[in-house]
């Protein structure tokens, strides 16, 4: 075993092992010091038993396996205690108060996962005959209706599988439509404050992304914006609330002028949470939004998905619509997956299958749980919290825009200027705390930026708490002891990673020389 006096080599990261003075073995506690299941790993252990087989003939195309698979020798207690421990050392909202802006991560509850692992939902195959699924297919349309009830639009695509595949969608809905005019307009304006994947989007489907920059007031400069209208634009990408959390108070009169031009208006839906049930985007004059289920409505969040991002249309995009799509009639529930099996002229086709099945199980029953009044609630609560924050924090930390936030404060690092101390030291410090830190350097509009999103999950008491945390972290900042943060976290397994050099050169496989 390696000196741990010396803190052990972590092969994967780079990190190394919090001070070692503290215990002999490197654990604290259930906190346990544990090395890569590869380095755990040793030839001759196994979990099971299997009988010696005999392959004749070559199944693989020819493919012979040249080097041994490299999986590692473990034991089952050996298998089940790794990742126990994983699971022990992950940070989800089940842990604690999980403050990400613009990425709400609310309470899941338990009911949703109930009703998504019934008998007859839990357990379908996307491949069974119409006849057999009319439930299922029943669920996803009464799902639709009450997203487009929401959202006060005519039409939805539900097949999109998360946030940036709801915007691919609705901007091809906005290319189909605007190539059926046989106009060629080739660039989409983009606000500063518009979320990161949205000019991504745009250049994915062929356009030229116009950057629009933020007022003084971290909304959209609406006299910039009507300056770069034009016969070549197909439309503009905006959030609100925006990434900033703030509303676009100019949002009618934006769409207004990009209708008067002959564009569309895309509408980033990420932030629905914080106006679900009070404010109905239809109204405010936009053609498509997508809208984040894990988000807005509470499915499981994280880890690379599940997701789901249907996407809701206007009269003038409804007929671009991908398939598939539930219809109904006397006979049944039934998919429409043919596009010549429609008078519409759906685009084409997004995804194998119609959606994320058991997301549409979890939405539906988080909002039948709440009914119209519980979803306007929890909007409400979102904000509410959000400016508990901004007012509670705004005299010791620095906040970036004056007035009502919606469902996100957004702060920024001035009050950091000159202790030494940089906006990822203060999250740093958070984790020793116990909390998840909050979204740092996002949005780009402000310098330094801290961007928290409280939800409507969280008591008064867990939000006093965190502000207590913070208030305590910012006067010791000031106070000039800046080793304390750039030490952080000291109370993890590992301490921190040189992010830069682990995003540029990861390790990827392990190395048997490594120490």
Not at 110 to 128: F, S, T, V, Y
Not at 311 to 340: C, K, Q, W
């Amino acid at each position: 075993m390696a000196d741990m006096s010396q803190g052990r080599k972590n092969v994967a990261s780079g990190g190394t092992q919090a001070p070692a003075e503290q215990t002999t073995s490197g654990s604290r506690g259930l906190n346990f010091d544990e090395p890569l299941i590869f380095e755990l790993g040793e030839d001759g252990r196994s979990g099971i038993d299997l009988a010696e087989v005999e392959i004749s003939g070559n199944r693989l195309g020819g493919l012979e396996r040249k080097a041994p698979v490299g999986l590692p020798g473990l034991s089952e207690p050996h298998v089940v205690r790794h990742y126990t421990r994983l699971s022990q050392k992950n940070y989800g909202i089940d842990s604690g108060f999980y403050p990400l802006g613009s990425c709400t991560m609310k309470h899941n509850p338990r009911i949703n996962e109930k009703i998504a692992r019934m008998q007859g939902l839990g357990d379908l195959h996307p491949m069974q005959p119409g006849s057999t699924v009319q439930g299922a297919l029943e669920v996803i349309d009464t799902l639709a209706h009450w997203l487009k009830t929401l959202t006060n639009m005519p039409a939805i695509a539900m097949s999109p599988a998360a946030g940036a595949h709801g915007e691919l969608c609705g901007m091809m809905a906005i290319s189909a439509a605007i190539k059926a005019r046989g106009e060629d307009r080739t660039r989409v304006l983009v606000p500063e404050s518009a979320h990161g994947t949205n000019p991504a989007t745009a250049a994915a489907c062929g356009f030229t992304v116009d950057s629009i920059p933020a007022n003084d007031q971290g909304r959209v400069d609406l006299e910039a914006f009507k300056a770069k209208l034009g016969p070549d634009v197909a439309g503009i990408m905006l959030t609100n609330p925006n990434t900033c959390g703030l509303f676009e108070n100019d949002i009618i009169e934006i769409a207004d002028a990009m209708h008067e031009a002959g564009g569309y208006f895309y509408c980033d839906g990420a932030n629905l949470n914080a106006i679900c049930g009070r404010v109905r985007p239809g109204d405010l004059g936009i053609d498509c939004m997508h809208i984040n289920l894990h988000k807005t409505f509470s499915t499981p969040h994280g880890g690379g998905g599940p997701g789901a991002g249907p996407t809701v249309l206007s009269e003038a995009l409804a007929a671009y619509a991908p398939v598939p799509f539930v219809v109904h009639d006397a006979d049944g529930f039934r998919l429409i997956e043919n596009p010549d099996d429609t008078d519409a002229s759906p685009f084409g086709r997004l995804k194998g299958y119609h959606g994320q099945m058991g997301m549409f199980t979890r939405a539906l029953a988080f909002m039948m749980s709440h009914g119209s009044d519980g979803l306007a609630q929890a909007s409400g609560d979102a904000v509410l919290n959000a400016n508990y924050l901004r007012v509670q924090l705004q005299d010791v930390l620095s906040i970036s825009f004056d007035g009502l936030c919606m469902h996100e404060a957004l702060f920024d690092d001035r009050f950091l200027k000159d202790t030494g101390v940089s906006t990822l030291d203060f999250a740093k410090a958070m984790i020793d705390e116990g909390f998840h830190p909050m979204t740092m350097y996002f949005p780009l509009v402000v310098h330094g930026a801290l961007l928290m999103e409280p939800t409507e999950s969280e008591s008064k008491e867990t939000l006093d708490l965190y502000v207590q945390t913070l208030r305590a972290l910012a006067a010791r900042a000031k106070s000039g002891d800046a080793q304390f943060f750039t030490e952080a976290p000291r109370f993890t397994p590992r301490r921190r990673l040189d992010e830069t050099a682990a995003a540029r050169k990861p390790v990827l496989r392990l190395n048997p020389a490594a120490e």
